[in-house]
């Protein structure tokens, strides 16, 4: 029996940085040589001002930025901000991932995987978050495996809270300064992006990374190390050629490229407007298809910051 006020407790629990934890688990892997901080620099090409551009993860607590240099400087001079998407109407933004999140009524966890395979999700999900198909069988395959991820990394990170994110702190300091924050995107873009696939590959793909715990395990430890070392082209080559799980070829174009593509569009008018602090996944910054060469290709100049 499906049951729903369990199932929006956990959505309203996670969704603080659910909607941008795994939007930018793909990214493609190219000769950019833009890697080794995370911090840049973007000017030129008819800007009286530069702007700077600063890729998060965004499960990290926002007291990781004492450590990158510069940072809260040049974040205190930006006249707005601009995230993924506006994080001030959580209420509209769980509807929304609430709304997209549910299966439909007309399709059941049975008709997508095999009996054996169904025990074998149930038992993980029950050892790993307390909450097993009985719950959560109302939720789509992709959200059920998002909330799996979110939960392990707050079990391998204790202390971590959601609501400390860095985009969180980045978009509530703005608020708190009284300038514009601003959305590249809706929550609807994002949620189309996760759940693009069919519901049966859904499925599939977390039976996969069920089956593949060790990496699961050992690539949250590996992506915060090389976060740290800010070595972009290191993280996506990791989840790009490493993973045993890969995406379908239409997911990660959805979740990666087209998304920054469309971002691409608003950047150079944004900053045009003022001086801007445009705080994104890190790995939307990494290699040929990232906003970093994009923005590079459209003429503007593009430094890594260090002080």
Request: aromatic share 8%; hydrophobic share 50%.
């Amino acid at each position: 029996m499906r049951n729903i006020s369990n199932i929006k407790m956990l959505l309203a629990t996670v969704l603080g940085s659910l909607i941008f934890f795994v939007c930018a688990a793909s990214a493609q892997v190219g000769s950019s040589n833009k890697t080794g901080a995370l911090l840049w620099r973007i000017s030129g090409n008819g800007l009286a001002h530069p702007s700077y551009v600063f890729g998060t993860l965004h499960l990290f607590p926002y007291s990781f930025l004492d450590s990158v240099a510069g940072v809260k400087r040049v974040f205190a001079e930006s006249r707005q901000i601009v995230g993924e998407v506006v994080m001030q109407d959580m209420a509209a933004l769980s509807f929304v991932l609430q709304q997209a999140s549910m299966m439909p009524p007309d399709t059941t966890w049975q008709m997508l995987l095999a009996e054996d395979d169904l025990r074998f999700v149930d038992e993980q999900l029950i050892a790993a978050i307390g909450l097993g198909l009985q719950t959560l069988s109302a939720l789509k395959p992709a959200m059920v495996g998002l909330t799996y991820t979110m939960m392990l990394y707050m079990r391998i990170f204790p202390g971590v809270n959601p609501a400390e994110s860095l985009d969180m702190w980045f978009q509530e300091q703005a608020i708190a300064r009284e300038i514009p924050v601003l959305g590249l995107e809706k929550a609807q873009d994002q949620t189309a992006a996760l759940f693009i696939s069919s519901l049966k590959r859904q499925a599939e793909d977390f039976l996969c990374s069920l089956r593949n715990a060790d990496y699961t395990l050992n690539s949250v430890h590996k992506l915060n190390r090389l976060y740290r070392s800010a070595d972009l082209t290191a993280m996506a080559a990791m989840l790009r050629e490493e993973n045993p799980c890969p995406m379908s070829a239409q997911q990660e174009a959805a979740i990666n490229d087209e998304r920054n593509n469309r971002w691409l569009e608003k950047l150079p008018t944004m900053m045009a407007d003022k001086p801007s602090f445009i705080a994104v996944g890190a790995l939307h910054l990494a290699g040929e298809a990232g906003i970093l060469t994009g923005l590079e290709r459209l003429g503007f100049t593009v430094e890594a910051v260090v002080e």
